[in-house]
C-alpha cells in the first residue's frame, strides 16, 4: 500500500493542486501516466520561493524537490485512483532555478529521487534529466514533471 | 474537420517549417506522434525575438506561443497526413525566453494551450510543462514541442 | 553492426557512466527505451566545462554534444545488450549551457544530431528541442537526453 508507505515515512498525499492555467494536470495515454510540470505549492501556496545559489540552500532546495515529488503522485492518484496502480516510475525531470554559478542541480534533483525510491523501492528507480534555469513560474526553486507506468 | 476549426478560429496550419538543422520536424512511433521544439517562425522568419520581461510583453509572448503551437500542429499534419488523425493532444512543453525575474511562464504558456482547446475542444486538454530559460535559438522569445496520441 | 560502425567513425563506445545520483541511467519501457540526461564526461571525468558564448567556441560545444551521445548511445547499450537491438532514434532533448547572448543552440546539437545520423543512417533520424539554459551538473556545457525505439 503506496500510501501507507508515505505515511509511514512522515509525508501525505496532498490534494491535487490546481494547474495555474489552462491544462491538466495529469493524463494517462496507453499503459504510461504523464504529469505536468509541478512546483513546491502546499495547500495553494508556494512554500519555497527563489533561486538555489543564492536565495535557498541546497537542503532547502531538497526539501522543495520532495514536496514537487509528492504533488506529482498527488495528480497521478487523481487520474489513475490509486498509487496502488502505479507499476513503476519511468522518469522524472528536474528543472531547478539556478543562480548562474549554481552546479550542484542533481543534488537538488536527490531530494525528489531518493524520496521516490524511498516509497517505491525498486519500483522507484527512474531515469532523470536535473537541469538549471533562470527562473520558473511563480518564481518556484524547483518544478518536476514525472511519468510511470501503470499496472 | 480540425483545419476548418483553425480557419473559423482566424488562423491557418502553416506550411511546415524546415528544421534548424540536422533533425526532422515531427516523427509517429507506436499511436504517438512527438515534434521537434517549435519556434514562432512564419514564412521561414522568426516573427517574435526576445525576452518576455524585457523584451516583449506578456501579450506578445502569448501570441508567439500560439504561433509555436500552429507550427507544432503544422509538422504533425506533414508526417500524418490530416490532423484529422490526431485523438488528442496530450503534452506541451513550453519554453519562455526569459529575464532573471521573469516569472509569469504559465501565462504566455496559456497562448497555446488555449488555442490548442479552442481547437481540439476536450481532446485538446493536456499536461503541460512551462519553464523559464536564459535564451533559446535564434533569440526566440518561446520554443514549444509537442506529443499528440493518434486514432 | 552499429559498434562497428561507431569505430569506423573514429568513435567508441564508451563504459556507462555513473549516474551523479540516485536514480539509473536508462530504462526500457514497452518498445522504448529512455536515458538520463548525460553529460560530456569521459572515465569519470567531466571533458569540457563552461557557458557556450563565453567559455568554449561553438565547435567544443559540438565535441562536448557528441561525447554526450556517445554517452547515451552507452548507457543504451548497459540496459538492452547491444546497439543493435535499436530499431531508431526518436528524440533527443538537448539543453546547452548558454551566455545570455548565445543563440546558437541548433549548432551545438548539430554535434549530436549529425554523429546519431552518421551512426545509424536513415534510422538515427529523430526529432530534436535544443534549448539554452544559464546552468548545467558540474558546469557542464550540454546535457542530453535521448529516446530510441527497440527492435
Chains 1, 2, 3 share one sequence.
Do not use: W
Request: charged fraction near 25%.
Amino acid at each position: 500500500m503506496i500510501e501507507e508507505k508515505i505515511i509511514e515515512l512522515g509525508f501525505t498525499v496532498p490534494d491535487a493542486p490546481k494547474p495555474l492555467a489552462a491544462y491538466i494536470p495529469a493524463l494517462a495515454v496507453n499503459n504510461l501516466v504523464m504529469t505536468a510540470g509541478q512546483l513546491p505549492i502546499v495547500k495553494g501556496e508556494l512554500k519555497y520561493k527563489g533561486k538555489l545559489g543564492q536565495d535557498l540552500t541546497e537542503e532547502e532546495g531538497q526539501k522543495a524537490a520532495e514536496v514537487c515529488l509528492l504533488n506529482c503522485l498527488s495528480v497521478i492518484k487523481s487520474v489513475v485512483g490509486s498509487l496502488d496502480n502505479v507499476e513503476r516510475i519511468l522518469k522524472l525531470t528536474v528543472f531547478v532555478n539556478s543562480a548562474d554559478d549554481f552546479t550542484a542541480q542533481p543534488k537538488v534533483a536527490n531530494g525528489a529521487s531518493e524520496l521516490c525510491v524511498k516509497i517505491f523501492g525498486e519500483e522507484g528507480k527512474h531515469v532523470r534529466s536535473a537541469v538549471g534555469v533562470n527562473q520558473l513560474p511563480l518564481g518556484a526553486p524547483v518544478e518536476i514533471e514525472m511519468i510511470a507506468k501503470l499496472k
